[in-house]
T-cell receptor
Framework: SQQGEEDPQALSIQEGENATMNCSYKTSINNLQWYRQNSGRGLVHLILIRSNEREKHSGRLRVTLDTSKKSSSLLITASRAADTASYFCATDFGGFKTIFGAGTRLFVKA | SQTIHQWPATLVQPVGSPLSLECTVEGTSNPNLYWYRQAAGRGLQLLFYSVGIGQISSEVPQNLSASRPQDRQFILSSKKLLLSDSGFYLC?????????????FGPGTRLTVL
């Protein structure tokens, strides 16, 4: 399967702490994206990192990409209760398909 | 600005009944369109994608079908629903020519087949 796989499957932290989620994939990619999904809602795009990039920042989000290890991480700093959601990585191998992982469920306790 | 609509938001259907879910996009032209299904607490399974009117690619053999009768309209259908068709159905669009590969999702339809 070319699907990205996130770990951990679930993560519970206190407000103010940092949250780190990881994604691994199996074949070469053009880019990797992270999405967020609140319960019962559609996904919202957070950030895209291209295969020739190693790190990107967007507000409290930091994404890294290690193509040699075929892995990426999403760091949310100074987490808030409103960050509670599921987070998915999605890999683009070229063509028209983007493959989504199973997601990490993050719960931030106030 | 672009918007994507899905309806209905929730649907309860008996086994064996037909299905029609509709997705429309506003504010863009010639988008790539996608149908995904998400089981409870799981990731997204790509069902169909379309790169143009009348062009449908199927990813998973099943009793579902998709059609794109207009540039910004994507329909998911079934002639006879199965219990296993229950799930959260998401439509998404992408401006492939922009090169960003970012997908924009609709609010989803929660389908329960009884």
């Amino acid at each position: 399967s070319q699907q990205g796989e996130e770990d951990p499957q679930a993560l519970s932290i206190q407000e103010g702490e940092n949250a780190t989620m990881n994604c691994s994939y199996k074949t070469s990619i053009n880019n990797l994206q992270w999405y967020r999904q609140n319960s019962g809602r559609g996904l919202v795009h957070l950030i895209l990192i291209r295969s020739n990039e190693r790190e990107k920042h967007s507000g409290r989000l930091r994404v890294t990409l290690d193509t040699s290890k075929k892995s990426s991480s999403l760091l949310i700093t100074a987490s808030r209760a409103a960050d509670t959601a599921s987070y998915f990585c999605a890999t683009d191998f070229g063509g028209f398909k983007t493959i989504f992982g199973a997601g990490t469920r993050l719960f931030v306790k106030a | 600005s672009q918007t994507i609509h899905q309806w209905p938001a929730t649907l309860v259907q008996p086994v064996g009944s037909p299905l029609s879910l509709e997705c429309t996009v506003e504010g863009t032209s010639n988008p790539n369109l996608y149908w995904y299904r998400q089981a409870a607490g799981r990731g997204l399974q790509l069902l169909f994608y379309s790169v143009g009117i009348g062009q449908i690619s199927s990813e998973v053999p099943q009793n579902l079908s998709a059609s794109r009768p207009q540039d910004r309209q994507f329909i998911l259908s079934s002639k006879k629903l199965l219990l296993s068709d229950s799930g959260f159905y998401l439509c998404a669009w992408e401006d492939y020519l922009a090169g960003g590969n970012e997908q924009f999702f609709g609010p989803g339809t929660r389908l329960t087949v009884l």
